[in-house]
């Protein structure tokens, strides 16, 4: 075991368990289907496993924070637990992640990751499970005809779960099976795990329970020729990345055999110095104008779909306040000025708002807004539908919305 042991990067989610509060620890990359339950209070020693601590300065310094003397071999136990789930930032880790980003990149195909968790993993039933929220009240009713005499440039939908956000999905797709369909779309989705670059592609074709859309090789290359820096690096991120597969599944329900781009974008706010545009930064300024030039010289019709949820707010994501009803109404107020922005096509303005409350709502895919908005020249929409998902005992709250671009 490390002498001074270091807890990676990993997905803590609150969760009640025996009437009691704990939190669930699980690998974001996928390496284990392994989950570690432990009490809310294990929370302190956790946020000690820094990598700058050994095991006997963690045991004194959550002395000094809880006043309460934990034994070294109850540390131990727990470390040993976090090394089995690969939740530690070890050479064991290094060496199953190393392993599994050679078995992708070998594969040709990108498997669904959330068939049988997420939504039914028979194709039937998968078809009967998004048709539903087309139904009304909550659904904007079964796409009928055509309403549009060409594709759509782009639609915004969200990348929460189907139970949650379905309706709203089905409120940006909608207008998208209204229209003639495109020859290719171009997915942005949004990297939740840390990446090395901030525009992460792959080539790998996607399967789903509906089917193998693939992914057009041409296309990627063409980006990557106008970009400096590769965009292959962090392929491995795409192999549990829902924001992309959810848009699949989607387009495949409506469109049947199609053909993609997808492409995750990651959060570069932290990096924007105050005042100035993203487009300041180098990656970003090259992505977007590669994606721009490619579509500008593409010979065929592309739509592009945006993968996005919007406000993170409530404890699972680090506050302390109740979501209660006044929240909920300002955090709609929030967010659909925030919407109105991106359907006015204005990328600059929508930053510099987030920017100003140091993105205090936590919208965590202003990235593919931003490049979507760029990409297209500031493209004109229309904002189709807004929801909220409360979870657990209004503990937290993550909210989501659809926006066309005809």
Avoid at 213 to 230: G, H, K, N, P, W
Avoid at 269 to 282: D, K
Wanted: with cysteine; glycine share 6%; charged share 25%.
């Amino acid at each position: 075991m490390d002498e001074r042991p270091k807890l990676r990067r990993v997905d803590i989610v609150p969760v009640p368990f025996n009437g009691r509060p704990h939190l669930l620890l699980r690998d974001p990359l996928g390496l284990t289907d392994q989950v570690l339950l432990v009490p809310v209070q294990v929370g302190t020693l956790l946020a000690l496993l820094d990598g700058t601590r050994t095991l006997r300065e963690i045991q004194v310094d959550l002395m000094r924070l809880t006043g309460e003397l934990v034994m070294s071999d109850q540390i131990e136990g727990l470390l040993r637990q976090l090394d089995e789930c690969f939740l530690l930032d070890n050479d064991r880790f290094r060496e199953a992640l190393r392993a599994a980003v050679e078995a992708f990149r070998k594969s040709p195909h990108r498997p669904p990751a959330l068939a049988g968790s997420s939504y039914p993993s028979d194709a039937n039933a998968l078809r009967e499970f998004l048709d539903q929220f087309f139904e009304p009240p909550r659904g904007p009713g079964r796409p009928k005809g055509q309403r549009y005499d060409r594709p759509l440039k782009a639609i915004v939908a969200p990348h929460i779960d189907f139970i949650r956000g379905g309706f709203t999905y089905a409120w940006a797709y909608k207008d998208l099976a209204e229209a003639p369909p495109p020859a290719l779309f171009v997915i942005l989705g949004i990297a939740h795990y840390p990446t090395q670059q901030l525009f992460v592609a792959t080539t790998k074709d996607f399967l789903t329970p509906l089917g193998c859309a693939r992914t057009e090789v041409v296309f990627v290359e063409a980006l990557q020729r106008r970009c400096s820096f590769d965009l292959l690096a962090d392929e491995y991120v795409h192999r549990t990345e829902h924001s992309v597969e959810l848009q699949v599944v989607w387009l495949q329900h409506l469109f049947g055999d199609v053909r993609i781009v997808p492409l995750l974008c990651a959060g570069f706010e932290h990096l924007v110095e105050p005042l100035a545009s993203p487009m300041s930064l180098l990656p970003v300024r090259e992505f977007v104008e590669a994606l721009q030039a490619t579509l500008d010289e593409w010979h065929e019709a592309v739509t592009i779909v945006a993968s996005v949820d919007l406000s993170h707010i409530g404890l699972r994501f680090g506050d302390r306040q109740p979501i209660t009803p006044m929240v909920l109404r300002w955090l709609e107020g929030e967010d659909k000025a925030f919407l109105e922005r991106v359907a006015e096509g204005d990328a600059e303005g929508m930053f510099a708002a987030l920017y100003a409350d140091r993105n205090r709502r936590r919208v965590d895919a202003y990235p593919a807004l931003y490049v979507l908005l760029k990409a297209l020249g500031a493209p004109k929409g229309k904002v189709r539908h807004y929801d909220q998902s409360v979870e657990g005992r209004n503990e937290s709250v993550v909210t989501f919305g659809a926006v066309v671009f005809p």
